[in-house]
């Protein structure tokens, strides 16, 4: 089972189950997925944060942002950092196994952020589990110390 977040050309939001991501796509195509609120099938899946990672692996893996500070581009990702950090449960290195029990019905589902090692990553998306990695911005008392 998958679970993605979909939103409809009306705004609506809201959560579709399929047995995989060929079950998703076949539908999508066949004209299946029906808005809830508004009935229409021009449905789309949007962003479902489940995984933010830090550390090395991150930083080689992560396309790097330069700028005065004031572009809209690093404005965006700020934005985007403080609401995770508000939003989001930080379960550390127990992110792979918070997001099994999440994805296997044994907890509820819950906003939560972490860190993976490349093979939880890996085998987090062979169970059918979407990640999004973003960069942590650093703490002001990392900056005062180098």
């Not at 939001?13 to 997925?33: I, P, V």
């Not at 944060?49 to 992560?62: F, K, Y």
């Not at 700028?67 to 950092?81: E, I, K, V």
């Not at 044994?106 to 059918?128: C, F, H, S, W, Y």
């Amino acid at each position: 089972m998958i679970i993605f977040d979909l939103q409809c050309i009306c705004g609506s939001q809201f959560e579709g189950w399929f047995d995989s991501r060929g079950d998703f796509d076949r539908q999508h195509a066949e004209g299946e997925l029906l808005c809830p609120d508004c009935g229409s099938d021009r449905i789309h899946k949007i962003l479902s944060p489940v995984s933010i990672r830090s550390g090395s692996q991150a930083a080689a893996a992560t396309p790097l942002l330069s700028g005065d500070g004031n572009s809209s581009a690093l404005q965006f990702l700020r934005s985007f950092q403080d609401f995770v950090e508000k939003n989001f449960e930080d379960v550390g290195a127990k992110l792979a196994e918070e997001s099994l029990k999440m994805h296997y019905g044994v907890e509820e589902p819950r906003n939560i952020r972490g860190v993976t090692t490349a093979d939880q990553e890996k085998m987090l998306r062979d169970e059918g589990i979407e990640l999004l990695q973003l960069p942590l911005r650093k703490k002001e008392t990392d900056s005062k110390l180098n």
